[in-house]
C-alpha cells in the first residue's frame, strides 16, 4: 500500500465518521465537530488528488510536483471552514445564552396554534 492510498482511505474513514456523527449524534455541537470532520476529509481527499497529478517536475524525472490549483482550493477551504466554525459556535453559545440549553429540539409543550387554524378548532357532535 502506498502512500496516496492511505491517505485516501484515512480520508474516506473520516468523511464516514463525520457522516455517521452528524446523522447519530443529538447535541449541536456533535454535529458542528462532525460537520468538521467531513469537511477535513474532503480536504484530504482533495489533497491526495492534486498531489498525483505530476507536474514539470515529475515529467523531468526530478521529483513528483502537485498542481498548484487544487491546493490553493484547499487552503482557501480551511479557511471558509474556520469561519464557518467559528459562527456556528457563536451562534450555539447565543442559544445556550438566551435559552438556557444547548439542544434545537423543544422539551416543553407545543406552542398553542392560531384561532382560525382547523385544527385547533373544538370537535362538534351531530
Same mark, same amino acid.
Do not use: H, W
Given at each position: ?5 492511505? +491517505?485516501? !482511505?484515512? /480520508?474516506?474513514?473520516?468523511?464516514? &465518521? ?8 443529538? =447535541? *449541536? #455541537?456533535?454535529?458542528?465537530?462532525? +460537520?468538521? !470532520?467531513? /469537511?477535513?476529509?474532503v480536504?484530504? &481527499? ?8 505530476? =507536474? *514539470? #517536475? ?6 513528483v ?7 490553493? &482550493? ?10 464557518a ?13 438566551t ?28
Amino acid at each position: 500500500m502506498n502512500g496516496p492510498t492511505l +491517505f485516501g !482511505l484515512c /480520508g474516506a474513514a473520516l468523511v464516514g &465518521l463525520g457522516l455517521y456523527g452528524l446523522l447519530c449524534q443529538p =447535541g *449541536a #455541537l456533535r454535529k458542528i465537530l462532525s +460537520f468538521n !470532520l467531513i /469537511g477535513s476529509g474532503v480536504f484530504l &481527499l482533495f489533497g491526495v488528488i492534486a498531489k498525483r497529478g505530476g =507536474g *514539470a #517536475l515529475s515529467a523531468a524525472g526530478l521529483g513528483v510536483d502537485g498542481d498548484p490549483v487544487p491546493q490553493a &482550493l484547499i487552503i482557501t477551504g480551511l479557511v471558509v471552514a474556520f469561519a464557518a466554525t467559528s459562527i456556528a459556535v457563536a451562534l450555539l453559545l447565543r442559544l445556550a445564552e438566551t435559552s438556557g440549553r444547548s439542544t434545537l429540539e423543544s422539551d416543553g409543550p407545543r406552542a398553542p396554534s392560531p384561532p382560525g387554524d382547523q385544527a385547533s378548532a373544538p370537535e362538534r357532535a351531530s
